[in-house]
C-alpha cells in the first residue's frame, strides 16, 4: 500500500500528461484510483472520509498553486483528512466532455456521493464553471466558485468575446447552464472581482438565493493565485464546510490582503494610473509602516507628494 506521507511528499512537476497520471495513480495506489477520461481528462480519487472535495483543476496550472505540481485538493487531504476526487483536464475544457458526463452518470447510479456525509465542490475560471455545473450530481452539496463563467452559449453570453474558439461547444445538453445546475446546491459562495467587466457580468446570472456572492476587487484574472498566496482558498473550504462562511466571515479573511505586497503593489497601480495622489501617498504610507512596501512605494509616494505640492502651490 502507498504510504500517505509519501504522496504528499511527491515531486509531480515537469512530467507530461501521461507521466502525471501514471505517476499519480501510483501514489494513490490502494486509497483510490487515476481513471482517464479521454485525451483531455481524468479521474484522481483519493478515499477517505467523511468530507469529499470534488475540485476541478486545469493539469497546466496546477505547477502555479503547487511547487510539486500536486492537485490543490491534496491540500485538504493532507490538513483535514478529507476525502478527494479531482477533475482534471489537458487545458481549458470547461469539462464539456460526452465521458465526463458518463463518469458522473456512474457516480450517481453507484451512489457514490450518497457514501460521504459532505460534499464540497470546487474550481476557478473555466473549472468554477464545472464546479458550479457538475454540483447538482450530488444534491444537497456545497460550491465554491472563483470567477466561474455561467454559460459561453452565444445565445446568452454572445457578450463574453474571450472564449471565441468554444462557441462551438454545447453549453446546453447535460451539465450545461451552471447557474441552473446550483438549484439542488445547499449553498454556494462565488467570488470575483467587479473591474472585470465580464467576470462580472457572469457573475450577475448567478444571482440565487443559494448563492453568496463576494467581491474582491483588485485581484483580476489571477484571483485563485492570489488567495492561494494568501492561504485563503483553504480556510474559505474550511468554514464553508462548517457553515461559518458568511459576508462577515469574508469580509475578515479577505483583510489579509492587507500584508499582501503584490496585492498592494497591484493597487498601487491602479492608483497612480488614475492619478490619485492623495491616496497614493496614504496607501503608500500604510504598506511602509506595516512593512510590506519597498523601494517601488517610496518612488510613488515621493513623486505623489511632489505633484500634490506642485498643484497647491
Excluded at 24 to 46: D, I, N
Excluded at 111 to 127: K, N
Excluded at 228 to 250: E, K, N, V
Aim: proline share 4%; glycine share 8%.
Amino acid at each position: 500500500m502507498q504510504n500517505s506521507g509519501d504522496m504528499f511528499e511527491a515531486d509531480l512537476s515537469g512530467l507530461d500528461w501521461q507521466e502525471w497520471r501514471d505517476r499519480a495513480g501510483t501514489l494513490v495506489g490502494e486509497t483510490g484510483y487515476c481513471q482517464p477520461l479521454g485525451e483531455r481528462h481524468a479521474a484522481l480519487l483519493v478515499e477517505r472520509k467523511p468530507v469529499l472535495l470534488v475540485s476541478f483543476e486545469n493539469f497546466e496550472r496546477l505547477e502555479i498553486l503547487s511547487e510539486l505540481g500536486q492537485p490543490f485538493g491534496w491540500t485538504m487531504v493532507e490538513a483535514l483528512g478529507w476525502s478527494h476526487l479531482c477533475l482534471l483536464s489537458k487545458g481549458d475544457t470547461w469539462f464539456r466532455d460526452a465521458r465526463v458526463y458518463g463518469y458522473f452518470d456512474r457516480l450517481i447510479d453507484d451512489g457514490f456521493f450518497d457514501g460521504f456525509e459532505e460534499v464540497i465542490f470546487y474550481g476557478a475560471g473555466a473549472c468554477g464553471y464545472a464546479a458550479a455545473a457538475f454540483s447538482v450530481a450530488a444534491p444537497g452539496a456545497k460550491v465554491l466558485m472563483l470567477r466561474p463563467q455561467a454559460t459561453l452559449d452565444p445565445r446568452v453570453a454572445e457578450w463574453d468575446d474571450r472564449y471565441l474558439a468554444m462557441r462551438r461547444t454545447s453549453f446546453t445538453d447535460r451539465y450545461g447552464y451552471a447557474p441552473d445546475m446550483l438549484d439542488a446546491a445547499a449553498r454556494a459562495v462565488l467570488l470575483y472581482d467587479p473591474e472585470i467587466e465580464l467576470d462580472a457580468m457572469h457573475s450577475a446570472l448567478f444571482n440565487r438565493a443559494n448563492v453568496l456572492r463576494f467581491r474582491t476587487r483588485h485581484t483580476g484574472y489571477d484571483l485563485e493565485e492570489r488567495l492561494a498566496r494568501m492561504g485563503l482558498i483553504p480556510r474559505l473550504l474550511a468554514q464553508l464546510s462548517s457553515d461559518r462562511l458568511s459576508g462577515l466571515s469574508l469580509a475578515r479573511l479577505w483583510r489579509a490582503r492587507r500584508d499582501d505586497t503584490p496585492y498592494l503593489f497591484n493597487l498601487l497601480r491602479r492608483l497612480v494610473a488614475d492619478q490619485r495622489d492623495r491616496l497614493t501617498v496614504m496607501h503608500c504610507r500604510n504598506a511602509l509602516t506595516r512593512r510590506v512596501g519597498g523601494p517601488r512605494f517610496r518612488k510613488a509616494m515621493s513623486l505623489a507628494e511632489a505633484r500634490l505640492v506642485q498643484a497647491e502651490g
